[in-house]
């Protein structure tokens, strides 16, 4: 796994024009850093962290060696980023979308490091509140999506709302502040999860997981670097699994992967991801992702 050449690795950064909350603006006016692990190109390292709960965890992207003048340039409040990543036999793909909030530059040796600190729709859920009644008809997902869209900048699509088919009762439901915490009180009742990754809204049951395809984890197609079961005390009771592979931008929070490890075959099956995180490093070994997945969901209906 370690023995991947840095070279065929590729990064790409690019910060605005404008706040993720406003759209970002048009891509080709943004601030675009590159790097492939050649000394032509900037090194570039980031540790993405997603997960299925509403709260979003912070992000880091460190940039080698910038000059002062990019640097001040950089510190505009708010300024959309996305984290583009991937193989030179595969492309770039997406792997982050966020805002910027703190931007630090530091010395590292005789390298100067600035480190780009983001959410993932901060912006858009801290802006968004609501005051408004739901009908008795209302079914729960058309309540979600109604509350999804008044998030600016989030792209709302009913395919990724998939939930318990449910109606609010008689009296329906009323309710005056932040649109993320009537959300979260919604997914406490009806048991579901949700979250915005890549600028896309999610609400999936807990017993279900994102039909997009499951990506296999396997030291026959060289991802796999190790498997292991999560034990918690007193009784070293199996919690979850725990999954290291050679870094795939397809791994989606609430998606899938299907492990096949010769090592602990009591392990193979197919996991929900719960928690994931992407760290790359375009001049060292450091390219991987790292899955958790919080209890045994093999009993997952792949049909589901």
Known sequence: MKNVQ?????????????????????ESAAVRFYGDGTNNNLRI????????????????????????????????????????????????????KGTVWNI????????????????AAMGSIARTALSKSFGPTYELSQMLFDIANLFPGVDVDPKLIDV?????????????????????????????????????????????????????????????????????TPFQVQAGTSIESLFNPYIAPGGSVV????????????YKVHELTHLGDTHSDEWTTSIINHKELKEVDDGQ
């Open 6 to 26: 840095p070279f065929s690795r590729q990064v790409e950064i690019k910060v605005g024009p404008l706040t993720e909350w406003e759209g970002g603006g048009d």
């Open 45 to 96: 390292k980031f540790s993405i962290a997603k997960h299925i709960v509403s709260t979003s965890t912070t992000t880091t992207i460190s940039v080698y060696n910038l000059g002062p003048g990019i640097r001040g340039a950089l510190q505009k409040p708010e300024t959309q980023v996305i984290v583009n990543a991937g193989w030179a036999n595969v492309g770039l793909l997406s792997v982050f």
């Open 164 to 232: 318990k088919n449910v109606f609010l009762g008689n009296q329906g439901y009323s309710y005056a502040g932040p649109a993320s915490d009537l959300l979260d009180k919604l997914s406490r009742v009806h048991g579901f999860s949700w979250w915005i990754n890549d600028g896309r809204f999610y609400a999936i049951d807990d017993n279900k997981k994102i039909n997009i395809g499951n990506v296999v984890i396997s030291a026959n197609n060289g991802f796999l670097i190790r498997a292991e079961p999560i034990l918690t």
């Open 259 to 270: 492990l096949d490890t010769k090592i602990n075959p009591l392990l193979n099956g197919t």
């Open 104 to 119: 630090v530059s530091r010395r590292d040796g005789a390298d100067i490091v600035t480190d780009l600190l983001c959410t």
